[in-house]
């Protein structure tokens, strides 16, 4: 279960503090509108990962289970690739600022929109979190709901604390941006090594229970 916990709350925690078009929107929000009505749309992942987890498990419970260790192997890379773009853009700029477009969502339903419609989730559950819950669900349904329930329980945590630092005389400036992408890409770096590692141990243990 511990796993299941790590890499659900260490790729939510990642993911989450990444500058990205949901970041962005909360940011406009807490600026037009107070962090306080802002808050409730850090719920917004929770509403628009439904359709998406429905539809890459279905694809993904279809598929054998060779080909879901290549996609585990895959999200390592991917992951890796997410930290390597997080550390070249700590070391380039000297802030992180995060741009608008001037619009804010009213409404949590409307900032899962702006969600629903960004790729990151798409890849994060076809390479990262749909292959894990599998792994998850194949050892018992209890690791499973820890792995499920630390994604989500840490992606609210984060946006709820980053929506808050916001609002409070824009605690979290620039420079605490760009600390956090650097702990970002620490983090994802090393979700990405464990998923690779991971991925090469059950091949190697296939390989050996084929050749016996």
């Known amino acids: 279960m511990f796993e299941s916990i790590f890499i659900g709350s260490g790729f939510a925690f990642a993911a989450a503090i990444q500058p990205g078009p949901l970041q962005a929107f909360l940011l406009a929000s807490v600026a037009q509108r107070g962090w306080k009505r802002t808050l409730p749309a850090a719920f917004a992942p929770v509403i628009s ?10 694809i993904l419970k279809s598929i054998s ?8 192997a895959a999200g390592g890379v991917f992951l890796i690739y997410l930290a390597w773009a997080s550390y070249r853009r700590w070391k380039r700029q000297t802030t992180i600022e995060l741009k608008t477009d001037g619009s804010t969502p009213r409404t949590v339903l409307q900032a899962a929109t702006v969600n629903i419609l960004n790729p990151n989730p798409y890849l994060g559950w076809s390479l990262v979190l749909g292959p894990a819950v599998l792994a998850a ?3 018992s349904p209890p690791n499973t709901a820890a792995l499920i329930i630390a994604f989500y329980a840490t992606m609210v945590a984060v946006l709820a604390g980053t929506v808050f630092l916001f609002g409070l005389a824009r605690l979290l400036g620039p420079t605490g941006r760009r ?5 970002s890409a620490v983090t994802l770096a090393a979700l990405g090594v464990y998923q690779l590692v991971s991925a090469l141990m059950k091949a190697g243990s296939a390989l050996r229970f084929g050749a016996a």
């Open 49 to 58: 990962d439904i359709p998406i987890a429905i539809l890459v498990l279905l």
């Open 65 to 72: 289970q060779t080909m879901t260790i290549v996609l585990q």
């Open 137 to 139: 669900w194949r050892q």
């Open 179 to 183: 600390t956090l992408v650097l702990v």
